[in-house]
């Protein structure tokens, strides 16, 4: 332990725990590209937006009058075939079917969220 202060660690995790709730988190939500947890409920995640996504099509203005991203939300980076580096969303910026969007979320990235980005196999009946 002394060590480990030494080294100015001072916060340990369980990585069985995290093995294990990042495998689970990879098969109860299948549409989560990857994930990592900020504080007790916000996420920032990626995730690719299908042909029947709500906000396919739409730029990130129309979908914010939409309603489809709240203020708990921010898209940080889009990832689209075609282009050698990761485009730097704004407002006038159009989200297209296969992009993989990695979104910061406030309130995590429940079925609700998935929903906005055409991922329904995340909810549970």
Known sequence: MNLFRQIGVNTMENPQQL???YLYRAVARPAI???MRIGEEAEVFEITVTEEAPIAGKT???ATQAELITDDMLV???EREGND????PRGNTTIKE???LTVYSGV???PEITDIFGHY?????
């Open 19 to 21: 093995i294990a709730d």
């Open 33 to 35: 590209v990857d994930y």
């Open 60 to 62: 990130l203005q129309q």
């Open 76 to 78: 940080v980076a889009i």
């Open 85 to 88: 580096h990761p485009i730097t």
């Open 98 to 100: 296969g992009d993989l």
């Open 108 to 110: 995590g990235a429940d």
């Open 121 to 125: 196999e995340d909810r549970v009946e």
